[in-house]
């Protein structure tokens, strides 16, 4: 078994800024703080993904929204990588940073179902991450005109899970030291 890696996609402050709430917020930010608590005590290499827009307000480098969240502060030896679409591999470093890391499973989390943590999933599929874990009640998203963020995310799980992802619930998620 090669190296799991917790990949925390978008976890930015925009995210909590908005008049609208993410979708159970508070339970997302709490399993969010328990997987890094996890992957940090197990020595599991934490990456974080950050979104940079220059055409959007929210996600310009170095606006209010742009830096990853306080609830999960990144450590100074843990990687951020930028990305400017809604596939953290796509012109990114991180097929680069998960080659030098021996990575093999990553474990997915962060924000938003629909765009940038499904796009991630796909993709990373598709690069050849085949046994890949979706925490399950560790991402969220905000209603949208056509579904709630409830519908959403459980069409995300259903459609991901068991097809380009394993979905796993943050209690069920285990770290091993590599």
């Known amino acids: 078994m090669g190296q799991n890696v917790l990949l925390l996609i978008d976890v930015q402050q925009a995210m909590f800024m908005y008049d609208e709430k993410l979708y159970r917020e508070q339970e997302v930010v709490a399993n969010l ?6 992957a940090r005590a197990a020595g599991t290499p934490v990456i974080f993904v ?11 480098e170095n606006s209010a929204g742009w830096p990853i969240a306080d609830v ?11 990305k400017s679409s809604w596939d953290s591999f796509y012109q990114t470093e991180l097929q680069h940073v998960l080659q030098e890391l021996g990575a093999d499973q990553l474990v997915i989390a ?5 765009f940038c943590l ?3 999933c796909r993709s990373a599929y598709s690069l050849g991450y085949q046994n890949n874990v979706l925490v399950s009640d560790a991402h969220s998203t905000f209603d ?7 519908q959403i995310v459980a069409h995300h799980n259903a459609v991901l899970g068991n097809r380009f992802v394993r979905l796993l619930a943050t209690a069920d998620v285990h770290f091993s030291r590599a």
Not at 33 to 38: E, G, P, R, S, V
Not at 50 to 60: A, L, N, S, Y
Not at 110 to 114: A, H, R, S
């Open 33 to 38: 703080q328990q997987l890094l608590t996890k």
């Open 50 to 60: 950050q979104h940079t827009d220059e055409t959007d307000e929210d996600f310009r």
């Open 72 to 82: 999960v502060r990144p450590l100074p030896h843990e990687r951020i990588v930028r």
């Open 110 to 114: 962060g924000m938003q179902t629909e």
């Open 118 to 120: 499904d796009t991630t």
């Open 144 to 150: 949208s005109k056509v579904l709630s963020s409830e």
